[in-house]
């Protein structure tokens, strides 16, 4: 196992090297990893956020008062739900299971979604991020399951974390309901996944690119998938996944329930779901267009140096727990990474050029507090669902504000508070 040093000895460095291995049902607990490069990092090269390695697009202006914000964390803890769980005319292994993962009350999108999914109607969700849209899905969704043995869903995610962290959140409501379930994600394993998909899983979670290479490969009958998620749909759209998403769609059942989840509705999203859904309801618990519960600030700097003196003073100012740190691009990432392993801290680095057990390896030492500090381009920002983050520091400006929101929407999740600083060059 890669070992990092803790804060005070700044030179020692890890390897890891082991193998992946993905199936249906992914034990995080024993996956295992392949080699990370070794850093070669010094102090005093300050990052510098346009520098190569990835694709940045143009950045919007965002005027810096947008980025400060006092928290309201009481406002959004005083929810009060119409329904308790027990309400829900749910199966009780799944009531059970909520109990277990300590869920003591619906949030506002679960209290309003879970009844009219529950009923069969088609729903569109508008809720910001981190505000518990997976089990607003998944306990209906179980549900029916359990109950229409010719029913399958199938889940798709923008991301490869956020397909993950779907199937995590399934297993827990899932458990001991004795449905299969299969993940179909890049960057893992296409023998292992059709393994997978000859079960016949009830489940199947994917990101868009890796359900059609299964589709085009005749191993996934879409025909058969008559309960249907879209989650984060505004951020498939913005990757591009709007045409693959579209072709889908058209072959899964006709017959079917579709649900879909946004943190925008934007008319190409509006005109997706007027075209794929049947009579939807509209469910809208967002309440602004940033996490309410997140205090927002800036750091002010000058120059380079400035700027990684500032990160880190930032970063040993003692209120620091597990911190997401996001730069521009990839090369940015790893040596923004790189330098603070040379200064001590234990970070690891999450981008689009990282294998994805690399990417998961790296989000379950977060989990298990190996490291505190996770330098991430936006590819990170949606998806990873880690509690308890305490900071999300944005070294580098988004690219625009919509990204800004789920970048801090890492943090203050389930309505617990969170802190996002914003870098600013003088
Ligand atoms: P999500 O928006 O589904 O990614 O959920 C964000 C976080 O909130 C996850 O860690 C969930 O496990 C947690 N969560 C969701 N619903 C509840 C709830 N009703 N009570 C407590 N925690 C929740």
Redo the contacts with the bound molecule.
Sequence with gaps: MESRNSYQSPSRRGSAEDRPSYGSRPSYGDQRYSTRGAPQGGRGRGPSPRSGGGSARAKQFIHPSRFIQEARVTEKADYLPIHSFEDFAVHKKILDNIVI???????AI?DQTIPLVLEGKDVVGIAN???????AFAIPMIHDLMTNMDHRALIMAPTRELAQ?IME?CFSFGKGCGLRSALLIGGASMYLQKRDLRTNPRVVIGTPGRIKDHVQQGTLPLPLFNFIVLDEVDRMLDMGFINDISGLLARVSQDRQSLFFSATMEPKIARLIEQFSRNPVTVSTKEGSTVDSVSQNVVYYSGSTDKMDKLHDVLIGGDCGRTIIFDDTKRAVERLGRELHARGFKVDEIHGDKSQAQRSKALSRLKSDEINILVATDVAARGI?V?DITHVINFSTPNSYDDYVHRIGRTG??GKGGKALTFLSR
């Design positions: 993962k300590g869920f003591e009350k619906p949030s679960q991020t981190g505000t518990g849209k997976t089990a962290q959140e669902d509690t999740r389930a």
